[in-house]
């Protein structure tokens, strides 16, 4: 029994190392994109994925698929290093347009109608993933790409707008991409 102990005792310390290496790894990498991403980014790109509108009318539920495009970009995302505070200043315009069975949709909005409170607050990145916190909201937002140059995030959203005078509920994937404006 003495060599199947000593043998277990030997994987499990291996496993405790496998682990051990692993998680630094992830924290390098971690810390490696928190350093790429302070500084100052402007928008330069606004799209959406998967985008359905849904409300309630005539007692029947009518979902649309909406397409959304962006314009008139004036929105800059400020990563600062020490505190890790992220503010965001400017505005853009969000087009929305749809067809469902009852009519053709078409509305604009301003992204900090849909962004606000989700791009300011205390800032980290965890397993490609950036977490916005502040005392009211906590947000993870997938970090698509990350470069000297480039940033690209994807921000699910679900939330109710007002649809010409209805409340309707938007689900969508908001792909933004950003430009190094300063480091």
Known sequence: MKPLTTILYLFISLLFVACSD????????????????????????????NAV???DTLDKKTTTNVK????????????????????ATGDFAITMTGDSDASPFLNSFKCTDFL????????????????????????????VDLTDTQLKLNIEIDQTIDNNGTDANLNSIFCLTFTRTKQ
């Open 22 to 49: 692993e998680m630094n790894d992830e924290l390098s990498i971690e810390k490696s994109l928190e350093g790429l991403i302070i500084g100052e980014w402007s928008i330069t790109n606004f799209s959406s994925e």
């Open 68 to 87: 959304n495009s962006g314009s008139d970009y004036d929105f800059i995302l400020n990563f600062k290093e020490d505190p890790k505070q992220l503010t």
């Open 116 to 143: 606000h409170e989700l791009l300011i607050g205390d800032w980290g990145i965890i397993n490609s993933n950036l977490y916005i916190s502040t005392d009211d909201v906590h947000a993870s937002i997938l970090i």
């Open 53 to 55: 509108l849904t409300s």
